[in-house]
């Protein structure tokens, strides 16, 4: 009876102390859980071509490439994403900076007739992690106010089930608690709409608040890897931190990099049910490598003079599973040879929860249908803030007038 007290009171305050952040994170991912298809949708002028009679006849990469450096002439490509569909238009980012849309057929950089819908996604991501704080001073502390108040969600939704758990079990009880009763009014009405919502939406809750945890604090993402028996990676870029370098063995003075077309088809050779490959780029040895006014393509003597870098592809496939994972591969610029080959499936266990643990906090580690219960799970989330904030008024302040 104390302890069930003790859960209460702390549930409470909890719930008073971090309830409109809460709020705020919680319509904010409802908002962005189908971030990527509403902007794909929103911006279907700039993603979809129609490709010609004959749809083989793309324009080489390096064109492309060069199209898009024209349109941003400062900034640097950090990645080229191409779809197997062949009425999909070529991605090629300059990174946060901006992304162009380049019509593989005529080399044509497409803007979508409106950006209204990528903005208001990327406001709602941006409140949703840092609650608006914006430059580098500030994000930290928005940053450690959401990691804060995550870490309450998760206490609100285990002690909410554990409150929940009836005394007495009977019919009438558990349909009180359990069954939803929008013909209720007043007191009744949240009491009943705290409990049931809050019964149904918790096991999610729980899911979403707990694989938050290792995106908010680097002890999580530690912990997860630990959890496996195995050791974080070193801290860099990404969620799995800095990747091993991988030797490239030295090309002939004479030796040329080979196109971006060429290594896209030693790709396509290694997975021929490709659905997306995106090159990362940056290497001083690739393609599109950029030292001088030289041709696209030719590395300079400089170039030569250096260690020669692998290019990196991610390549996704139509069957792959589970539907997050990707195969990295690493070929050598100058042959074409695959000098790594990461599967999914072969990686360590920690790599493997922590992509887990990243794409159930999203819901896309089970497709649309998970995407779409985080999102009713995030709604709940808001008649439950709602709800506990008029029965802490009502608990307090009506007292108090009476």
Known sequence: MMLRKIFFWLHLVSGVIAGLVIAIMSFTGAAIAFEKELVAWAESDARYVVPPG?????????????????????????????????????????????????????????????????DFMHLMEHWHRFLGFAGETTRPIGKAITGACNLAFLFLAVSGLYLWWPRNWSWRGVKALAVFNFRLTGKARDFNWHNSIGLWTAPLLIVLTLTAVPISYRWGNALVYRLTGTEPPAQGPGPNGAAPAIAVPTPATSAKPLSYDQLLAVAQNEFPNWSEISFRLGNAHGPGANKGPRREGTPSSNDRARTP????????????????STTTLALDPFTGTVLRKEV????????RLRAWTRFLHTGEALGWPGKLLAALAS????????????????RFFRRANK
């Open 54 to 118: 004959n749809a083989s006849l793309r324009l080489p990469l390096n064109e492309l490439l060069k199209n898009a450096r024209a349109a941003q002439p400062e900034g640097k490509p950090t990645g080229i994403t191409l779809s197997a569909n062949p009425n999909a238009s070529v991605a090629i980012a300059f990174g946060r900076e901006a992304t162009y849309q380049v019509n593989p057929y005529n080399g044509a950089i497409l803007k979508p007739a409106s950006t209204r819908m990528h």
């Open 309 to 324: 870098q692998a290019i990196n592809l991610t390549v996704r496939t139509a069957d792959q599973w589970p539907l997050f």
């Open 344 to 351: 999914f499936a072969e990686q360590n266990a920690g790599r």
């Open 379 to 394: 709604l709940g989330a808001l008649v439950l803030v709602w709800t506990g904030f008029a029965l802490t008024w009502r």
